[in-house]
């Protein structure tokens, strides 16, 4: 299954983001892109720590940037979410970083794993929220 619909979600860029150079540090565009999708599973009535008392998690399995341009400090930037493939026990998101004008400035391809905790194995995700999550496509 994959989504045309897609989430927006803002960031603005604070002296703590940036490095040395005073341009964002590559790290922190992994961080921007987990809120943002933790923001779109919020938009759905979905909160991660409901999902940890029934003892699952959704886990980073992979993850695919390019940088295509710097952000700044004080950037008001924006964050998409866009479910590109939901399967069984993984969804493959497509997400991009857009300055204000709505320049790309980083693109990445991000797979996550449902996983059984504690034992990190994967795991179906469980089918209520497989409804509301194919829904939202």
Known sequence: MTSDTTFDWPVRIYY?????GGIVYNANYLKFMERARTEWLRSLGIEQDGLLDQ???????RAELDFLKPA???DALKVTVTVKLL????????????DDAGLSL??????????KIPHMKPFAI??????VLSGAR
């Open 16 to 20: 703590e983001d940036t490095d040395a």
């Open 126 to 131: 469980p089918e209520p929220l497989m409804g």
């Open 55 to 61: 003892g699952v998690a959704f886990v980073v399995r």
């Open 106 to 115: 980083v693109r990445g391809i991000v797979q996550i794993a449902c996983v």
């Open 72 to 74: 700044r400090f004080n």
């Open 87 to 98: 399967k069984r026990a993984s969804i493959v998101f497509e997400q991009e970083i857009l």
